[in-house]
């Protein structure tokens, strides 16, 4: 955690918190650190509100569609239910929508009552890919949003039930394009920024990305891998994370040192940088911006 | 109607050609503010417009509408036989230019006209501030059937059976269909269409805000017994047609809709296979088709209807008597694919011709996943009144008052519907018949507004100059909006009323007093860019809410953060209308802040509380107190929808009820006092710890103030099916002398005796309770005129390990 905002820091980026809370460990680097407000609105105060630039609402993420976050019993030590204060050892489930919002104009509110207690924050809204993200895309525009986050089902995730994995909502190759049009069509897209996440894994994949239409992607497990991840799926458990990254138990947790991690984490953009430029400079253009929307220089190939 | 009567009716439907866009995508509903009343006098028109201004933020201008039933015969130029008898068409051309050959092919061709003119409206659209699209040109028709086009239609439909006013309206909706599918086909050019064709009832929308309409069509002196309004936020599209904005009609209906279905193409089959065939393009005009389907092909008695729509679920199913059970089965089986699946909340106004009156129906969905508020007052005019937001209702009956002092401006009683429940199936009716007003719930059960015997009026002196006798007159004053409960039921609107006025009256005039000589320091929106610091801790800010609007940077919230940055810590804060935020954004270590509210506050207030402590004097709306960390909120009222969502901290004491789904996921140790009950889901997710090693808890007393003003146990403490479901943490302490709650009604939790620690956590909080409420703990302890030990009145729901929640691997 500590490493990615370092890193994130270091490059004049953002890292976020994620749903539990934020971390006093975190506070030196408030100026990089997105703070997230999810359906369980764990760890949300006013206080975590007021410090962050950018405020995220995660209505939902890719990887488990239509349900909240998971964090189950074994993670769940002391010193987490102490932050998210709750009971230790009991799994603690996101509800699946946000209580209060069952509505468009519901979500109007929600935005406004966060800009009431941070004026000057941006507004992030995180969802999945159904059918209709595009009206989503629109109503969370005129509602107040100035980021759009659409995740999609390739991402990996913390805990989530092997049905919901892959099997619920749109390929972001999909969502992306069409969230892009759309917000053309109603004369927005300037207005609105349209991040994507899940499974970006490379370099090339952003670049896929803003191909068909995000303005940026958001990165997950990658940073993970730059860490020395080896994808062994346990993140789920107490002590399963062989190499000390998805867990929240203190032994394990010691295995990264903040610095190395935040190294690796730099060199990883620091590589897909490289990689970009080169990608851009072969296909004749003089700014990543360009590219937006450039699906004409995409090919599609069914894997052969 | 004879047996085959309905089948008959749905089968003369077969000649009208299905819309060809059929197959194409619907707009989304989205959300909305929608607000309805009913009086036994008609009320002008220009009284809802305040409501509906104060809604603004439930809409986004691309759509909005009213609909009034009861109309006055001589206002639109006709006599009452014909207002009685004759159907009232209503045709907006949007190309005006069509005008002639619409009415020779759909109108006088078989239509009896008696009247027919076009409406009032201003002459230039641009007058009304902000429309941006000129309203279409709308013609009224005073018309009946031709006799001989409905003889011809009667006999090639064999609908001889029927009642011939039956075949008539059957006849009245095709011709609408019909002209509707030809001159307005949602994707094609757009030239006219029939807004509504009821009886004694008109529709009139526009690609606007609804007060607009009111405005255009000068409908301000317009006087009707029923008026319903919308205000739409549809989440697609940039210019808008007309005819997607609601109220939608039916036969007789007019309906409008705050919320969403997810099983449109599934209800949109249902009708098809009953050649009904929707043609805006919204999902909402599904539900009054629907409506129109149950009531007047099948004749389904209201609670019926209602049932199909909102079934009866879980608990409050198996509560029903046995009879009921089966025919709601029954109903539930043919209607499960036409039974609208969303969060949804109905206001349907209708006029009601079986039984000569006219109707104004709330009626919520099962979950209860939209606000709704019930109301009504009586003052030697009885008024009802349903919308998504209190202080909608609050602003038309302040708009009443300005011209009439029978009204006041807060009603007798508040209300929520419990969806779907066997207490009062989630639906209310107000029904005005013959200069008179009823209200029943879904079940006809007559709901009481018997006024006891006359009491002493509350007389209240008149305030006098002196900052010491300005406290002692806001102590008095506040007191008695504090304890308006103890009133019988009949003066407590009109104590709030005198009260808030003296109170009122005290601080507009503060700011001719001398600055150095008192406390108490006066602002309001023309001063606010003046507000310095205050010259001590001591000194109170005394804010005058009305004309801050309700969010941005220049909301009364907003204002109150600048303030409590320039050192101000005390507040006073009235005339609330309805703006949102209250209390927000004042951050961690606002210990010594103190804030007074009064009026008519709106959503969202107090959330994030950390620290300061606001007392409300009268209810409270939806998300009241969410993320609450610290600090102290009491209040005089009811709360609404997800009060404490996601609390940490802090301690709330409620003298009425709350809503749906109170502490829901919250944590940490917040400490709640509700003396009423919750319509369900309390305290869903609660995840608290143990209260005895200081973590958080809820009392739920279950006691309310009967019409005499005495404290009398509710039917039960707790009526809903879902009591602390997948709680992991935290505790209930119920007051349920009688047991009446049972293990049935949680949801993986457990009931137990209190024990002596329990007890010794708990009785500070009814101590305070008592203090700031005067509900005395020995009343609390009280049950059927003995004092019990407390084990015997108190029970606690406490928190089980649940497999679900103990670490599953995937």
Known sequence: MLSRAIAAKTWQTFTSTGEGGYPEELVPYKDHVITQIATGLFGVREETISRAPIIEFKYAQGAKPGLGGHLLGDKNTPAVARKREAVPWTSLFSPFPFHSVYSVEDHKKHIDWVKTINPEALISVKVSTPSDVDMVAVGSYYAGANIINLDGGYGGTGAAPEIAKKNIAMPIEYAIPKVHRFLIEEGIRDEIVLLASGGIRTADDTAKSIALGADGVIIGTSELVALGCVRCGNCESGRGCPRGIATTDPELGQLIDPDWGAQRIINLYAAWQKRLRLLLHRLGLKDIQALRGRTDLLRYSDGR | ?810
């Open chain 2, 1 to 810: 109607m004879a047996d085959r009567d309905g089948f008959r009716l749905i089968e003369s439907k077969k000649r009208l050609a299905p819309p060809e866009h059929r197959s194409r995508k619907h707009a989304m509903e989205g959300g909305c503010g929608v607000v309805g009343l009913a009086c036994s006098e008609q009320i002008s028109g220009r009284h809802l417009m305040q409501s509906l201004i104060q809604m603004h933020n439930r809409g986004n201008s691309k759509g909005g509408g009213v609909a009034a039933f009861g109309l006055n015969p001589a206002q639109l130029g006709v006599s009452p036989q014909i207002i009685e008898e004759d159907y009232i068409l209503q045709v907006a051309y949007l190309d005006p230019g069509c005008r002639e050959e619409v009415e020779t092919e759909f109108i006088f061709s078989c239509l009896e006209i008696d009247e027919h003119y076009r409406l009032p409206s201003l002459s230039d659209f641009r007058e009304v501030k902000g429309l941006e699209m000129e309203p279409p040109e709308v013609w009224r028709y005073f018309c009946r059937v031709r006799k001989e086009v409905l003889d011809h239609f009667i006999l090639t439909n064999s609908l001889e059976t029927l009642a011939r006013e039956k075949a008539e309206e059957e006849f009245i909706t095709q011709n609408t269909f019909a002209l509707n599918n030809k001159y307005y086909s949602s994707l094609g050019e757009k030239r006219a269409f029939i807004l509504s064709h009821g009886r004694n009832m008109f529709i009139l929308k526009i690609v606007g805000y609804a007060e607009q309409v009111i405005e255009y069509y000068q409908l301000e002196s317009l006087e009707a017994h029923v008026w319903i309004g919308h205000q739409r936020y549809p989440t697609k599209g940039r210019v808008w047609h007309p005819g997607g904005a609601h109220p939608f009609m039916g036969m007789n209906e007019a309906l409008v809709h705050n919320g969403d279905f997810a099983n449109y193409h599934s209800i949109a089959e249902f009708l098809a296979q009953r050649n009904i065939f929707p043609l805006f393009l919204t999902d909402t005009e599904v539900s009054v088709l629907l409506f129109d389907l149950f009531h007047r092909i099948y004749e389904y008695p209201l609670e019926y209807i209602i049932e199909a729509l909102a079934p009866t679920t879980e608990r409050d199913f198996h509560l029903l008597p046995e009879k009921k059970k089966k025919i709601y089965r029954a109903i539930q089986a043919s209607h499960i694919h036409s039974s609208p699946d969303g969060p949804w909340f109905f206001i349907i106004g209708q006029t009601n011709t079986r039984e000569k009156s006219f109707k104004l129906l709330g009626i919520t969905d099962t979950s209860m996943l939209r606000p709704q508020v019930f109301a009504f007052q009586e003052n030697g005019v009885r008024i009802g009144l349903v919308a998504s937001e209190k202080q909608a209702i609050d602003a038309l009956l302040r708009s009443l008052h300005a011209e009439d002092k029978r009204f006041l401006p807060y009603a007798d009683m508040y209300w929520n519907a419990r969806g779907g429940s066997h207490t009062d199936g989630g639906a209310f009716i107000f029904s005005v018949k013959d200069n008179d007003l009823t209200i029943t719930d879904k079940f006809g059960r007559r709901i009481s507004t018997k006024k006891e015997h006359d009491c002493p009026s509350v007389s209240l002196s008149a305030p006098k100059a002196q900052d010491r006798e300005i406290t002692e007159k806001l102590v008095e004053f506040t007191d008695v909006i504090d304890s308006r409960w103890r009133l019988p039921i009949k003066e407590r609107a009109k104590a709030l009323t005198a009260a808030e006025s003296h109170l009122n009256q005290i601080f507009l005039s503060l700011p001719e007093r001398d600055r150095t000589k008192t406390r108490y320091h006066y602002t309001d929106w023309e001063k606010k860019d003046t507000l310095d610091s205050p010259q001590s801790e001591q000194e109170i800010l005394v804010v005058n809410c009305v004309r801050f609007p309700s969010e941005g940077d220049r909301s009364i919230s907003r204002f109150m953060v600048k303030a409590l940055q320039l050192g101000w810590k005390n507040f006073i804060t009235f005339n609330w209308r309805g703006q949102r935020f209250c209390g927000c954004g004042l951050g961690p270590g606002s210990e010594d802040v103190r804030i007074d509210v009064f009026g008519s506050s709106g959503d969202y207030l107090g959330s994030g509380l950390d620290g300061a402590e606001i007392a409300v004097h009268e209810s409270v709306q939806d998300q009241v107190a969410q993320i609450m960390k610290s600090g102290k909120l009491v209040i005089y009222g009811d709360a609404g929808q997800t009060f404490m969502y996601g609390a940490k901290g802090g301690e709330a004491y409620v003298l009425g009820n709350a809503a749906g789904r109170p502490l829901i996921n919250a944590v940490g140790a917040p400490r709640v006092v509700i003396n009423g009950t919750c319509l369900d889901y309390l305290a869903e997710s609660f995840m608290a710890g143990n209260p005895l090693e200081g973590g958080g808890f809820v009392v739920l007393n279950g006691i309310t103030f009967n019409p005499k003003g005495e404290i009398v146990e509710l039917d039960s403490p707790y009526p809903g099916g879902n009591l602390f479901s997948l709680a992991s943490g935290g505790a209930i302490y119920i007051r349920d002398p009688f047991g009446r709650v049972e293990e049935g009604q949680l949801n993986g939790g457990r009931l137990t005796e209190l024990s002596d620690e329990d007890w010794a956590l708990i009785l500070p909080y009814l101590k305070e309770n008592e203090r700031l409420f005067k509900i005395p703990v020995k009343r609390l302890l009280t049950a059927n005129g003995e004092v019990l030990p407390f084990e015997k009145v108190y029970r606690k729901v406490e928190a089980v390990e649940l497999k679900i929640l103990a670490g599953i691997h995937y």
